[in-house]
């Protein structure tokens, strides 16, 4: 899908995230050059959030503090995806002291499957028709 400039960053940003998510899940093939036992996938994982994803999801809520007066909608959604990024730091800080560190490891491949693609086709797809150019713009050197 085509993304506005301003969130066309954000969105390419995502695609390692997916990876991820894919990698994390119980049923996931071996995919070459990545960790395929669970204590590798949960340092791989650590190690992208405190590397990638902890400013990816600072970025966004940057995104959010200056887009959510726009449509009532973006605005629920905001609140939503806030409270996602928390459970999911959570998630990833508390991985390496999981009982079950498969289930774990499974279920926070799912939910940042499905946070991500909320945020791609359901939040930049309402941010892209609710707001303004001008807003637009100063986007995206918020998320740069």
């Known amino acids: 899908m085509k993304r506005h400039p301003s969130l066309a960053h954000l969105s390419r940003e995502h695609h390692p ?28 994982a650590l190690n992208l ?7 990816h999801f600072k970025k966004e809520e940057r995104l959010l503090q200056r ?9 629920r959604l905001a609140g939503e995806i806030i409270e996602e990024h928390r459970e999911l730091t959570d998630d990833f800080l508390t991985l390496q002291s999981a009982k079950n560190l498969v289930n774990s490891l499974d279920d926070l491949g799912r939910k940042l499957e499905q946070h991500i693609r909320k945020e791609e086709r359901v939040l930049f797809p309402l941010i892209e028709q609710y707001c303004p150019e001008a807003v637009l713009a100063e986007i995206e050197a918020l998320v740069k």
Do not use: R, W
Request: no cysteine.
């Open 67 to 75: 887009v959510k007066d726009f449509n009532n909608n973006i605005e």
């Open 17 to 44: 995230a997916l990876l991820l998510a894919q990698l994390l899940k119980n049923d996931a093939p071996a995919y070459k050059g990545m960790p395929v036992e669970p204590a590798a996938k949960a340092a791989y």
């Open 49 to 55: 959030f405190l590397t990638d994803l902890k400013d």
